[in-house]
């Protein structure tokens, strides 16, 4: 795991360099990387998060540009508010079948 962080920090670094209005770092815990702006970008969002350091940027390049992140149809994992399945119907409640006695 520390060959993961260290090669994701560094990633994390090269991206910072190209986005100098971000603060960019990798996530040691989450394994993700994440982009905290400085200003806010025009579309609202001040903050992005992706699996890749080219996914970051890409999603960083479309706030900076006014185009919000839902509107993104490169998402790769599922948001927060995808919804659940329909909890099933409960069965109906058996007795025990009775034996003549």
Known sequence: ???????GA???RALAARLPGWTVWY????RRF?????TKGRA??????AATA??????????????PPQASSERETPTRETPRPAAAEPEPRREPARTAG
Do not use: F, P
């Open 1 to 7: 795991m520390a060959k993961e962080h260290t090669e």
């Open 10 to 12: 560094a990633a994390a």
């Open 27 to 30: 996530g040691e815990h989450t």
């Open 34 to 38: 994440w982009a905290l702006s400085r």
């Open 44 to 49: 609202g969002a001040s903050h992005a998060e």
């Open 54 to 67: 080219e996914e970051l940027e890409r999603t960083v390049r479309r706030i900076e540009d006014g185009v």
